[in-house]
């Protein structure tokens, strides 16, 4: 018992999964803006109100993540009392969006914050939790809304207030993935979940800044912890490092002699068209959640690729510890997910 | 492989740890009104200054949680470097003590948010990852600060606003534990994660009332998935109901003809002696954390109990949605904590 046990833990951070962990289903929901993207016919709803008829922007969200969890059931094609967990998290302080669908789930709820990293921290706790076997079937999910969090981060939009060009665009959105230890799907082969950096960045608007050191971290940990090569995946994706956050990864990895321009793609960079005003490129849980569950996740299920490393990233500070001067501290939570008729590592 | 994963998952929401989860060791500091209360003997630090020299509550609080870790890690005599995961959260808008915290430990970091329920939520996920293999080692911890908090969720107490008799004093303070798959010491042997109850409390000074509904819920679905019965608990503990909640509880458990009073005890009512002025008893992440990682631990490893279900609960509101009319949602973890040595179930 006690050496399987370590051979699950390869590396100083790095977990290898021995259990089947199948994707077998995903949900995404976007506000207009993003429905008018790049990535507008990978996603399962475009909502045309981003209001959807509810009194708040905070209650908007929650709406947005309760129709992505519907989604991802549906798609997934099992019933809600299938699931053992729901493993949630989003940006609102006390995560709230997330505890009032908890609420309608009425399953076992385990809340997290991760900020935005939380797309990859809910699926690595989903693999965790599949690999103890103490749960079937398990959901993941996460949200963000433009609205809600322009205001409780900066200032309401209707202040209109000008951004900096190397800020970044909220996403209105909510995605859901389903991890299963049957079925069928791409699976999750390892986990690295990330430790804290923080460079000193002390500006609200520049996250990618902050968050870039964090998936510098992650990366490199993971590929040395299981022995792989860039290379060895199709696509590298980093959460919402947007155009400031990817330059600087990129430069970063060009100084350790990392080669990772060929592979790597943001969220925050796909999900908006640069004719959309977006600045820097999309951010907020929801970035990586619709493009992962959307985007990617049909890439995967196509076998238009087969092997990708999913790095979200978080800041994980709030307005008072940045108006108290305490610099931005960052996290990234990677994860590998794979279809199994690829030539890599088996799995058990 | 599939078989021995149902039999983990019994019942419609428990979990039966098959391998050795260990609390190897405990730390715990208390604020100065903690400190002179009934159990000051079972505390590793008192403080006494609650701003710890720091220049805001919230750093405060972060001092506070980063000082009961290294208590733990030195009881437990383990190095930090040992350690495979650090799991932790606050009711700090973005957890954000904890966060600070994680940015010093530099170990792989899970934030979590669970309000008052994180002590159970956050030692629950680490008997998860135990039972997982893919860490020999997790620290699982949390903290309140009764200045930091009150600000955030009710008024500044330099406001002198007076309080309700049913409203709780937050806990300043912070408890750490380590769980291991080796080593001395009481083990785990069942979670209870929880669902999300809302009986339509709206008042946010009312939250023992809010969360006595979720603590309801718990113990029953942990006593019929497995099959226990109260009286198989030495003692069973609530997190922080106070006064109003505790009632409430008894009244419920009562209607069902469930006597838990003579092994119910609440963290709330434990924490501070009737002439504290704290009303209804303590509150926040501290005040189940610091009575169970101190008093509860100690009678558990000096053998004067043996067998008792930790049940936290917490308020998953905030200030906002309180203001929007919407009722405080809320939720309650239970785990059951046990020396090896009494006759109840074989731990695996």
Same mark, same amino acid.
């Given at each position: 018992?006690?050496?399987?046990?370590? +051979?699950?833990?390869?590396?100083?951070?790095?977990?290898?999964?021995?259990?089947?962990?199948?994707?077998?289903?995903?949900?995404?929901? #976007?506000?207009?803006?993003?429905?008018?993207?790049?990535?507008? /016919? /990978?996603?399962?709803?475009?909502?045309?109100?981003?209001? @959807? =008829?509810?009194?708040?922007?905070?209650? %908007?969200?929650?709406?947005?993540?309760? &129709?992505?969890?519907?989604?991802?059931?549906? $798609?997934?094609?099992?019933?809600?009392?299938?699931?053992?967990?729901?493993?949630?998290?989003? @940006? +609102?302080?006390?995560? #709230?969006?997330?505890?009032?669908?908890?609420?309608?789930?009425?399953?076992?709820?385990? *809340?997290?914050? *991760? %900020?935005?990293?939380?797309?990859?921290?809910?699926?690595?706790?989903?693999?965790?939790?599949?690999?103890?076997?103490?749960?079937?079937? #398990?959901?993941?999910?996460?949200?963000?809304?433009?609205?809600?969090?322009?205001?409780?981060? &900066?200032?309401?939009?209707?202040?209109? *207030?000008? &951004?900096?060009?190397?800020?970044?665009?909220?996403?209105? =959105?909510?995605?859901?993935?389903?991890?299963?230890?049957?079925?069928?799907?791409?699976? #999750?082969?390892?986990?690295?979940?990330?430790?804290? $950096?923080?460079?000193?960045?002390?500006?609200?608007?520049?996250?990618?800044?902050?968050?870039?050191? %964090?998936?510098?971290?992650?990366?490199?940990?993971?590929?040395?912890?299981?022995?792989?090569?860039?290379?060895?995946?199709?696509?590298?994706?980093?959460?919402? @490092?947007?155009?400031?956050?990817?330059?600087?990864?990129?430069?970063?990895?060009?100084?350790?002699?990392?080669?990772?321009?060929?592979?790597?793609?943001?969220?925050?960079?796909?999900?908006?068209?640069?004719?959309?005003?977006?600045?820097? *490129?999309?951010? =907020?849980?929801?970035?990586? %959640?619709?493009?992962?569950?959307?985007?990617?996740? $049909? @890439?995967?299920?196509?076998?238009?690729?087969?092997?990708?490393? +999913?790095?979200?990233?978080?800041?994980?500070? /709030?307005?008072?510890?940045?108006?108290?001067?305490?610099?931005?501290?960052?996290?990234?939570?990677?994860?590998?997910?794979? $279809?199994?008729?690829?030539?890599?590592?088996?799995?058990?």
């Amino acid at each position: 018992m006690l050496n399987s046990s370590n +051979l699950k833990k390869i590396g100083q951070q790095t977990g290898k999964l021995t259990k089947k962990a199948v994707l077998i289903g995903t949900g995404t929901i #976007v506000g207009p803006k993003e429905g008018q993207g790049p990535l507008k /016919n /990978n996603f399962h709803e475009i909502i045309k109100d981003e209001l @959807l =008829g509810m009194p708040s922007w905070e209650q %908007a969200e929650s709406e947005l993540l309760y &129709r992505a969890c519907h989604h991802a059931l549906g $798609n997934a094609k099992i019933d809600l009392q299938e699931l053992d967990y729901f493993i949630a998290g989003d @940006l +609102l302080n006390q995560t #709230v969006s997330s505890n009032l669908v908890a609420k309608k789930m009425q399953i076992p709820y385990l *809340g997290l914050f *991760g %900020a935005c990293s939380t797309m990859t921290e809910s699926l690595l706790l989903s693999a965790i939790i599949i690999e103890s076997g103490l749960g079937n079937n #398990v959901m993941a999910a996460t949200s963000s809304h433009n609205k809600g969090l322009e205001r409780q981060f &900066r200032f309401p939009t209707e202040y209109g *207030g000008q &951004r900096p060009p190397y800020a970044q665009w909220t996403v209105s =959105g909510a995605g859901a993935g389903i991890l299963s230890n049957s079925g069928t799907g791409p699976q #999750v082969t390892y986990i690295t979940p990330g430790k804290v $950096n923080d460079w000193g960045i002390f500006d609200p608007y520049d996250l990618g800044s902050a968050m870039a050191p %964090a998936a510098y971290d992650t990366l490199n940990a993971h590929l040395k912890d299981t022995g792989r090569k860039v290379s060895d995946y199709d696509m590298i994706i980093t959460g919402d @490092l947007g155009v400031q956050g990817t330059t600087m990864l990129r430069e970063m990895c060009k100084q350790d002699n990392l080669e990772i321009e060929a592979v790597h793609h943001d969220c925050g960079i796909m999900v908006f068209g640069s004719d959309q005003d977006a600045h820097a *490129g999309g951010s =907020g849980c929801a970035c990586s %959640a619709v493009v992962m569950y959307g985007y990617i996740y $049909n @890439l995967l299920t196509s076998a238009h690729i087969n092997k990708v490393l +999913l790095m979200a990233t978080g800041a994980l500070h /709030n307005p008072q510890i940045v108006q108290q001067n305490v610099s931005i501290p960052s996290i990234c939570h990677g994860i590998s997910i794979e $279809n199994s008729m690829t030539g890599g590592d088996k799995i058990g």
